[in-house]
């Protein structure tokens, strides 16, 4: 079964060096989020691709945070440079066009700590 | 603003025992409502989605419009249910984005 590809896993990094994100859609979907998770909180919305275009980036904190989908498949978010706030779990996400936004398969995460 | 509330971030029943798991709303609009659960080690998945009208897991919810809520209910709980469940809304307008609750962690005992 086709699943949502993450990497790393886990990313220890010290605060203001810049540390990168990679995911790699389940094949077919268009749709592509990533999202950061909190301990204690929910997923929340960083930005959505819709094929290589950012449809929302309402809520990325663009001034350290940047992402790309150059060919509208797999994509990378990147922070530069990370701050102990962005100690967090980054979730990749992605959903097919005949099944609707709400039904989107995640990705393992990416578990990043910032000392 | 559009907002999803889990009041409860701990529930924990028995084996065999009803559950409920709260999940509040706020929107303007006409909302879709989801499910999602998270099992140990395992990654977020969805679990039910209101238009479905279906029971997935022995899990039903129904969305009330006048009390927004969208609550999850189980008449008999089992260990494996044990997990976190994350309720969250879908927005509208343009390409519409998912908001989620806190979540509640579910923990079934035996």
């Known amino acids: 079964e086709a699943e949502v590809a993450q990497s790393p896993r886990y990313k220890i990094t010290e605060k203001s060096q810049a540390v990168a994100f990679w995911c790699d859609p389940i094949?077919?979907?268009?749709?592509l989020y990533w999202y950061r998770q909190i301990l204690g909180q929910g997923p929340e919305l960083l930005v959505q691709?819709?094929?290589?275009?950012?449809?929302?980036d309402s809520q990325l904190p663009k001034d350290r945070f940047s992402a790309e989908r150059l060919k509208g498949v797999d994509s990378t978010l990147k922070i530069q440079p990370a701050e102990l706030g962005d100690s967090a779990m980054y979730l990749c996400?992605?959903?097919?066009?005949?099944?609707?936004?709400?039904?989107?398969?995640f990705g393992p995460g990416t578990r990043l700590t910032v000392t | 603003a559009q907002r999803v509330t889990q009041p409860e971030k701990l529930l924990s029943v028995f084996k065999g025992a009803p559950v409920e798991l709260k999940c509040n709303y706020s929107?303007?609009?006409?909302?879709?409502l989801f499910w999602y659960v998270q099992y140990s080690r395992q990654r977020l998945q969805l679990l039910l989605r209101?238009?479905s009208r279906e029971s997935i897991k022995g899990f039903t919810a129904d969305l009330n419009k006048g009390e927004t809520s969208f609550h999850l209910k189980k008449p008999f709980a089992q260990e494996e249910d044990s997990a976190m469940y994350y309720c969250?809304?879908?927005?509208?307008?343009?390409?519409?984005?998912?908001?989620f609750g806190a979540g509640t962690r579910l923990a079934v005992h035996p």
């Open positions: 996400a992605s959903s097919a066009p005949d099944r609707g936004m709400g039904e989107q398969y």
């Open positions: 094949s077919g979907h268009a749709t």
């Open positions: 691709f819709q094929d290589e275009s950012v449809v929302d």
């Open positions: 929107y303007s609009g006409s909302p879709e």
């Open positions: 209101h238009i």
């Open positions: 969250a809304l879908s927005s509208s307008g343009g390409y519409n984005k998912l908001i």
